[in-house]
């Protein structure tokens, strides 16, 4: 679960357990546990929060006015904060890691088709599209906002 | 700068300033103010640490074993925790973010080369190589440790 343990600097460090589902975050898992094949899929939702945003500028080193600062996004094309798209983006990650196995990622193309808002609920969804050997498998990535994809993609893995 | 504010719940947000470089992240740009141009290059090195990995599972879902499992990850070709590749592609967003103008990301395809080890410092190194008209770019986007590419990749962004 979501322990939290204070630092010596304290600054309070949010310990995520391995293979954790935290309050929120929703699997949906359609695959048979022998190993993964084409066809099987799994989606994995949650709200990127304003803390997720301002997290993630820390670890990422990316903070851009553009999800930081609401003064200076109001006056791009948005007209306000918008998610990192490799925030985003890191949710087919995380439904990745939920497939059969022990997955490794080898390879994300990933085109941002619409920008996400800070509270938005999100869906990754990725199924397996083409078994290319020795464990490798071509997946088809997308990030969903109410049905709407906000990135398309394609992924390949190697599952051990 | 990185300022801590207790948010209700207890937990410490760490907020990051718009346009904030903290201690230990290095930047080094190579363009005119005059607005990107081929052959403007941009660097951003930062190490990525044990807190950094378990926040980006925090706020991406993104918990697989392999970054947070020192027991589990022994087992895997990697003989220990690795950060998440998507954790390291961040580092490129970091990068562009500092590319004059507001930069807006159309889209990341990107090769995972080798694994990054926690404590790692590495730098996210791009590119612009091809001026797409109507303010698009395409960039050669690397990340390095120790001039050896663990992530190869290319971006296309716009700038406003």
């Known amino acids: 679960g979501?322990?939290?343990a204070t630092l010596g600097n304290g600054q309070v460090?949010?310990?995520v357990a391995a293979d954790a589902t935290l309050p929120g975050w929703e699997v949906e898992l359609d695959a048979t546990?022998?190993?993964l094949q084409v066809g099987d899929s799994v989606r994995f939702s949650k709200t990127l929060s304003a803390e997720d945003v301002e997290q993630f500028a820390a670890v990422s080193g990316d903070t851009n006015p553009l999800h930081l600062d609401d003064e200076a996004a109001?006056?791009?094309?948005f007209g306000g904060r918008i998610v990192h798209g490799s925030l985003v983006?890191?949710?087919?990650s995380a439904a990745l890691a939920r497939l059969p196995g022990t997955v490794v990622y080898l390879s994300q193309d990933?085109?941002?088709r619409a920008p996400v808002r800070i509270g938005d609920r999100?869906?990754?969804d990725v199924e397996a599209v083409e078994d290319l050997g020795g464990n490798r498998f071509r997946l088809r990535t997308q990030v969903l906002r109410d049905d709407d994809p906000v990135i398309d993609g394609e992924a390949v893995v190697l599952i051990e």
Chains 1, 2 share one sequence.
């Open 89 to 92: 983006s890191g949710l087919i």
């Open 33 to 35: 546990d022998g190993g």
């Open 110 to 112: 990933t085109e941002f």
């Open 122 to 124: 999100v869906t990754a």
């Open 74 to 77: 109001s006056q791009t094309r």
């Open 2 to 4: 979501d322990t939290a």
């Open 13 to 15: 460090e949010t310990t």
